[in-house]
């Protein structure tokens, strides 16, 4: 499984960045996907995820009402996109896609998301 991320960058506070994870190498049609961050010093916090078959989403509490997750699952491939609007300082980090798929856990290696006050 290989997870890519791409989307990160510098933005001003109240500023929006997409980010995408492109998901390749597996067939399972069952699974999770989404997005964890970890800022300086903090433990990584799952911030939104996907469910594979309902589409079921999920928000962190932090994020509800600003960040959007969707899915594109043509031509074989999935991606799955992070919309952020009205970015604040404190989503500062970086953000990392997850697949999660029986029990298991896939990583991908980040993209750094910084918002200036």
């Known amino acids: 499984v290989q997870l890519v991320e791409s989307g990160g960058g510098l933005v001003q506070a109240g500023g929006s960045l997409r980010l995408s994870c492109l998901a390749s190498g597996f067939t399972s049609d069952y699974y999770a996907i989404g997005w964890f961050r970890q800022a300086p010093g903090k433990e990584r916090e799952g911030v939104s995820c996907?469910?594979?078959?309902?589409?079921?989403?999920?928000?962190a509490d932090s994020v509800k009402g600003r960040f959007t997750i969707s899915r594109d699952r043509d031509n074989a491939k999935n991606t799955v996109y992070l919309q952020m609007n009205s970015l604040k300082p404190e989503d500062t980090a970086v953000y990392y896609c997850n697949l999660e798929n029986l029990g298991k856990d896939y990583w991908g290696k980040g993209t750094l998301v910084t918002v200036s006050s």
């Open positions: 996907i469910s594979s078959d309902h589409g079921s989403t999920y928000y």
